[in-house]
């Protein structure tokens, strides 16, 4: 793949536009490993921009025209709008312009491609796999839209045939992508502003999708989900299920949670197997069954399976426990966790009650986009009422025009009395302070800045 693409491709380099995106930064790190010469544009520095410029991209903060190339290919993110001044400028000198998934598209197509997709569970099983993959010296490349826990990189071009991507739906061009295997992990109604807020749409592109698949290809599906059983029904392709009902090709039962780790047995072609994960949660049975699926296919013996699974810590900020976080000096057990949606929230919110059910929880919760609470805060507000405590942050916007549809409305719908709405980080310190005690868990939901308070709290604690 390095010889052919770049051979095309020698005297081109490559401006990424959103280039610290989480899609647009693996896509900007997997061309540099390539060889090529890559720089970009983005908003407002970043962990992400931090992590490519350490690898001696250059990166400019804000868009400007003036620092595109005459022989640079463009690269955007469906977050850019039409009316940037860079693309505008690449439009009018004819500029060879790609969206992420076109060049995505472009990648697959030299390669064995694998694309994980769905409403939620995607990061995980996208890092999980690429872990089982290259624990068995298969050597995949991988791009994966989230950091792990480990030092293992997100991105990495392996020597073998095999491309594992996290494909998101929230991009309605995903369609052009055409893998060999997809893994449908559940399906939800969500980025429906993407769809024209219409679930039927984001339905028939998921089913486009694994159809266009190569008839030999394979299909995996999450065969307790509804939704996805749903669309089953109008695709051509084989299909292999997992879940936890005992009707699926693969299927766990005697789930049971413990400290930071989990256990349970799966049951393929009548054979039980035990597996240990230090993933937790009942969410994480269904990633963990998802990514299992795909290595059976690859015909990988399972015993060597089981215990690459053993040695995998997850992704960041996906219920991340800290026993370290200190508040009014009494040690307080604290969870960082990335979801935003109902469904998500829900998942995390029960697998802590499991581990701690005695405990109270706080949350400090930053809506995500104003469109997803327009579209959820009926399911979003009967979630979060089961909540002992709640302080809401003004909701993170991530690039959308302000509404009504805020963290204030959500506080007006939200039927629970021991509720709070802050409007900064720096606020939360001290309500914590007055209301945090032994038999509390502060639970940090949401995709946005919130991550920032684990770090605050630890700076708070050592002045």
Not at 27 to 55: C, P, Q, W, Y
Not at 89 to 96: F, Q, S, V
Not at 382 to 404: C, D, M, Q, R, W
């Amino acid at each position: 793949m390095k010889n052919t693409i770049t051979q095309h491709l020698k005297n081109k380099s490559f401006y990424l536009i959103g280039i610290g995106g989480a899609g647009m930064m693996g896509i900007a790190e997997l061309l540099h490993n390539l060889g090529f010469m890559v720089h970009g544009s983005d908003i407002a520095d970043s962990s992400s921009i931090t992590r490519l410029r350490k690898l001696k991209i250059k990166i400019y903060i804000g868009h400007d025209s003036s620092k595109i190339k005459p022989n640079d290919i463009i690269i955007y993110s469906n977050a850019i709008k039409a009316n940037n001044v860079e693309i505008k400028y690449a439009r009018k000198k004819g500029m060879t312009i790609l969206t992420r998934m076109e060049i995505l598209s472009e990648l697959m197509r030299l390669k064995y491609g694998i694309s994980i997709t769905g409403s939620h569970g995607k990061t995980t099983t996208t890092s999980l796999l690429s872990h089982i993959l290259h624990d068995n010296n298969l050597d995949p490349t991988y791009l994966i839209g989230g950091m792990l826990k480990t030092d293992d990189p997100h991105v990495k071009l392996g020597n073998s045939n095999y491309l594992i991507t996290e494909t998101d739906e929230s991009d309605p061009n995903f369609t052009i992508l055409k893998p060999h295997l997809v893994v449908l992990t559940n399906l939800d109604a969500e980025h429906l502003e993407s769809y024209q807020n219409s679930f039927t749409n984001l339905k028939n592109s998921i089913q486009k999708f694994i159809n266009s698949i190569p008839f030999y290809g394979q299909a995996f599906v999450n065969g307790d989900c509804s939704n996805s059983k749903n669309i089953c029904k109008k695709i051509n392709r084989n299909i292999f299920t997992f879940g936890v009902k005992s009707n699926n090709d693969l299927y766990a039962k005697n789930i049971s949670f413990y400290d930071k780790k989990m256990k349970f047995d799966m049951v393929y072609n009548n054979q039980v197997y035990h597996l240990t994960s230090n993933l937790i949660g009942n969410h994480n049975v269904y990633n963990i069954l998802a990514a299992i699926s795909v290595c059976l296919h690859l015909d990988l013996k399972i015993t060597k399976i089981v215990k690459s699974i053993s040695t995998f810590f997850g992704v960041s900020r996906r219920l991340d426990i800290h026993r370290n976080i200190r508040i009014n000096k009494k040690s307080i057990i604290t969870i960082d966790d990335y979801g935003h949606h109902p469904t998500e929230i829900k998942s995390t919110i029960d697998t802590i009650r499991e581990l701690y059910p005695k405990k109270n929880i706080i949350m400090i919760f930053q809506p995500h986009r104003f469109s997803r609470t327009k579209s959820s805060w009926p399911n979003l507000t009967k979630v979060l009422k089961s909540i002992n405590s709640i302080i809401l942050l003004p909701t993170y916007s991530a690039g959308e025009k302000k509404s009504v549809y805020d963290s204030k409305f959500l506080f007006k719908k939200l039927a629970t009395k021991n509720k709070l709405y802050v409007k900064t980080l720096d606020q939360v310190l001290d309500i914590l302070k007055s209301i945090i005690d032994n038999n509390s868990i502060l639970l940090l939901q949401g995709a946005g800045d919130i991550k920032n308070i684990i770090s605050m709290l630890r700076e708070n604690d050592s002045k």
